[in-house]
């Protein structure tokens, strides 16, 4: 079926040092990938997202790259804060049985070691 | 402009019981979507409400429904409580078509059942 898979589950690494985080997709024709993070008992929101004729975004500290070829985007952070703790979630828009919705990777907690 | 709204925060419910979660959308936002997230979990779809209509539904089984009204609030009913219902629901907004514009999140209502 139409999925998302997202690597790895948990990230740790050291503050000042990047983080990158990897979602594969199914549908070859997705065309709108966001990223949420969810801090501890907060909302989820969004942090960048990018469009399949873009191959990449950046927005300060934070980047996505996207390879519609293999089908994978990647969310990148730089220079890593201990505010940038969190989990975060992958999604890509899908045509799951004739219902066009996101569909979420699993998500990755990413801890920022002091 | 104010976001998206979720009453209660809490809730605390017994097995059998039956319980309806409210949600007031960003203004102008037409779709309304619902998600539960378990602990280790990650968001798992129930289902999308647009022009008081459901246009998109999760796996979840029939005792899991919502409704929306005219004013594009939202509400989501469970019946029948199970123990492994307790989780936090997400209730969210867009502006447009989610899977070209993603979400903005409210704060969820927790739930646990007892």
């Known amino acids: 079926g139409e999925n998302v898979e997202q690597h790895p589950s948990t990230l740790s690494v050291q503050e000042g040092d990047s983080a990158v985080i990897k979602c594969t997709y199914s549908d070859s024709a997705s065309n709108y990938f966001p990223w949420y993070k969810q801090e501890l008992g907060k909302r989820p929101q969004l942090i960048i997202d990018i469009r399949s004729n873009v191959g990449e975004k950046k927005d300060q500290r934070i980047a996505v790259t996207l390879n519609k070829t293999a089908k994978h985007f990647s969310l990148h952070i730089t220079e890593t804060q201990p505010e940038d703790s969190a989990v975060y979630f992958c999604a890509a828009s899908m045509w799951v049985d004739s219902n066009y919705q996101l569909i979420w990777g699993a998500g990755t907690k990413l801890i920022i070691k002091p | 402009k104010a976001g998206v709204t979720q009453t209660p925060r809490y809730l605390i419910k017994t097995r059998g019981q039956q319980v309806t979660l409210s949600c007031s959308p960003i203004s102008g936002h037409r779709s309304v979507s619902w998600y539960q997230q378990t602990p280790g979990q990650g968001l798992q779809f129930l289902f999308e409400y647009f022009s008081e209509t459901q246009r998109n539904k999760g796996n979840f089984p029939g005792r899991f429904s919502g409704r929306q009204f005219s004013n594009s609030r939202s509400e989501m009913n469970v019946s029948t409580l199970e123990l492994g219902d307790s989780a936090l629901y997400l209730c969210?907004?867009?502006?447009?078509?989610?899977?070209?514009?993603?979400?903005?999140f409210g704060s969820g209502t927790r739930l646990t059942v007892v």
């Open positions: 969210a907004s867009s502006g447009g078509q989610p899977a070209n514009y993603g979400y903005t």
